[in-house]
């Protein structure tokens, strides 16, 4: 690095040297403006030498590397697992509060999550970048709303695990009948974390399989219910259920299909799980994913709903509304086969679940953590299997404890992982929201109408508030380990401050005045990561946009603005002049100028991140136009912070 403008006195020159008269009035300036244990000293001009093996750069790339990513099926199947497992529950659960009403509540979701394919993959095409919510809200809003919304998906997590696992084991009893659930749900949570200890990732390939065994156990029960309602020749069941009266709980028929709706929205938990891992999927894959896994929740699970009221009495349906496939099952074909072939398959996509959970939340917390929203010792790997051991063990216990204060009822928890989920969903279609109205400019392969998203967003809204309606008692638990959640959050994102608070009042102590310097480093080693900023112009509108931004939203006091250009001549006639005006304007954040020879592409980009060691997730971008020739997510995760 080459720095062209003398920074020796960097103490006293806000990037331009002074005389002794002009430095002393700078120092009582900013004695008015903060301690001087806080000042971190003005910022300097340079220029960096970059040399770009553009060649190895794309050579180690996976992005670059079509092998290396997933197909259309592949990614389906990861995704599929998981809301495809949720008809094996979920048609139980609403038919316990729609009653015969149940498969037109099915109908309904698969209308709304119609809405939310074009939502989940506009999103996706124009933020190709794994994180869900998180990302799209950390791209178009500030840091605080994308943590809130990723502390609902933690809960989510958290939710479908212990859910899931209990499905599993209901269907498991099928097939042991002294099973005992309550020991056999924290051991079976138990033996998927200790899989995820050992390396245990999902594979595409073994996804696939399952996926495909499931779907196939699926049309299986289907057509041999067909079958047996052919052979018997009498539809005076599916009548008689049809004429059973409401629970007393509803007044009307609108009231029992709307709350078995609330209830069925269990059902599409998973479909965001595709905006997980969108970076490892081939271009032009991840809409494809949503098409795939709607036709599946479109058939399947009003279609298994209907039929159960076709084979079995309502009162039948309502005691096993836990393993109801398997009762169909009984009904159906002499003997236990079918039972036993239903139970095989659901408990293994289920406990498939349990696994997507586990590494959903590894990556989840591991990309929080880089971000300083939960703490770095989180992200720390063993030394024998190199898998983050704290988050791993962490989910489990909590998982387990769940489990534990419910009593092995999961009534209550289904309302918990509703709301969580149906929360991440209603900020995801806020999100798109505002990224149409603040990202208009980037490129995107499908575009959801204004009035899909709006309809789509009071329809997961609608579902949320009739869920805390009928089970108020839920609002507890979610309370409970949200706010614990979110009181993480909260206390990494003000620690600096309350560290600063304390120092105050232990400088007031001589006595305590070790513990004052050592607070005091505490903040400097916090504040200690620089970010960057790539300005392509000297708009110092946009220069001082950025600079809120990452004092807002970081604990940073360095900021790094870097402009590449391909000769000197077209660098802006304004920067450095309003870079040294900003700098003085803003004493408690040192603000250097970076000036880079050469082309903002990737791999530019790729060696900036390098030479200077700040990670790419600490790089932020003016939002780019139609005409930028690289794809967003080849930046490697530079952050969108601005128009």
């Not at 000036?595 to 900036?608: N, R």
């Amino acid at each position: 690095m080459t720095t062209f403008r003398d920074s020796r006195n960097q103490e006293h020159a806000p990037l331009l040297l002074h005389t002794n008269r002009d430095i002393e009035d700078i120092e009582n300036s900013y004695d008015k403006h903060t301690s001087h244990w806080e000042f971190p000293g003005w910022g300097s001009v340079s220029k960096l030498n970059v040399q770009v093996d553009k060649d190895k750069e794309l050579a180690t790339s996976h992005k670059h590397d079509p092998s290396r990513l997933l197909g259309q099926w592949a990614a389906t199947s990861i995704a599929g697992n998981d809301i495809t497992s949720s008809c094996l529950y979920v048609a139980g659960s609403c038919a316990a509060v729609a009653g015969q009403y149940a498969p037109i509540s099915l109908i309904a979701v698969a209308i709304v999550l119609y809405l939310f394919r074009n939502i989940y993959s506009e999103v996706g095409t124009a933020l190709p970048l794994n994180g869900g919510a998180y990302n799209v809200l950390l791209n178009s809003t500030s840091k605080l709303v994308a943590a809130f919304a990723a502390c609902l998906t933690l809960v989510s997590y958290v939710a479908t695990a212990v859910v899931s696992a209990t499905s599993a084991i209901a269907y498991a009893k099928n097939l042991w009948q002294h099973l005992d659930p309550h020991w056999a749900v924290v051991a079976l949570l138990g033996v998927f974390a200790f899989m995820t200890l050992m390396g245990l990732k999902e594979s595409s390939a073994v996804a696939l399989v399952i996926f495909v065994i499931h779907i196939s156990t699926m049309m299986l029960l289907i057509i041999l219910c067909v079958v047996y309602l052919i052979q018997k020749r009498d539809m005076s069941l599916l009548k008689e259920n049809w004429n059973q009266p409401l629970s007393s709980d509803y007044s009307n028929v609108v009231s029992a299909v709307f709350f078995g709706y609330c209830a069925a929205l269990l059902g599409v938990s998973g479909f965001e799980t595709s905006a997980n891992y969108v970076e490892e999927q081939k271009p032009g894959v991840f809409p494809k994913t949503l098409r795939n896994m709607w036709y599946l929740v479109a058939f399947f699970n009003p279609c298994l709903s209907f039929l159960a009221i076709c084979v079995l009495p309502v009162a039948i349906i309502n005691n096993k509304s836990k393993d109801l496939l398997a009762a169909m099952a009984m009904q159906v074909v002499p003997g236990k086969w079918l039972n036993i072939v239903v139970s095989v398959d659901a408990f293994l996509v289920l406990s498939g679940a349990i696994l997507t959970g586990y590494v959903g939340i590894t990556g989840l917390v591991s990309r929080m953590s880089l971000d300083r929203c939960l703490p770095m010792f989180l992200v720390k790997e063993n030394s024998i299997r190199h898998t983050a051991h704290f988050i791993i063990l962490g989910f489990f216990f909590i998982t387990s404890y769940l489990y534990v204060i419910v009593g092995g009822d999961t009534e209550s928890l289904e309302g918990v992982y509703t709301i969580a989920f149906l929360g991440v969903m209603a900020l995801f279609a806020a999100g798109n929201m505002i990224l149409k109205y603040k990202r208009s400019m980037l490129h995107r392969d499908v575009t959801a109408s204004w009035p899909a998203v709006v309809v789509g967003f009071l329809a997961v809204v609608s579902g949320m508030v009739g869920t805390i309606y009928k089970l108020p008692g839920t609002v507890i638990y979610f309370i409970m380990y949200f706010g614990v959640t979110l009181a993480i959050v909260m206390l990494m994102f003000g620690r600096k401050k309350v560290i600063k608070m304390l120092a105050y009042f232990t400088n007031k102590l001589p006595f305590l005045e070790g513990a004052t310097h050592k607070l005091q480093q505490s903040v400097k080693d916090i504040e200690n990561h620089p970010m960057v900023f790539f300005a392509k112009s000297d708009d110092p509108s946009t220069l001082n946009k950025a600079i809120l931004y990452v004092r807002d939203n970081e604990l940073t006091n360095w900021l790094q603005i870097v402009h590449v250009y391909k000769t000197e001549d077209r660098i802006p006639a304004d920067l450095e002049t309003n870079v040294m005006f900003l700098d003085k304007q803003y004493p408690k954040l040192c603000i250097d100028l970076v000036l880079v020879e050469g082309t903002f592409d990737p791999a530019t980009v790729h060696e900036i991140s390098h030479l200077l060691q700040v990670p790419k997730n600490f790089m932020f971008i003016t939002c780019p136009g139609d005409h930028f020739p690289h794809g967003f997510a080849d930046l490697g995760g530079l952050r969108l912070i601005t128009h």
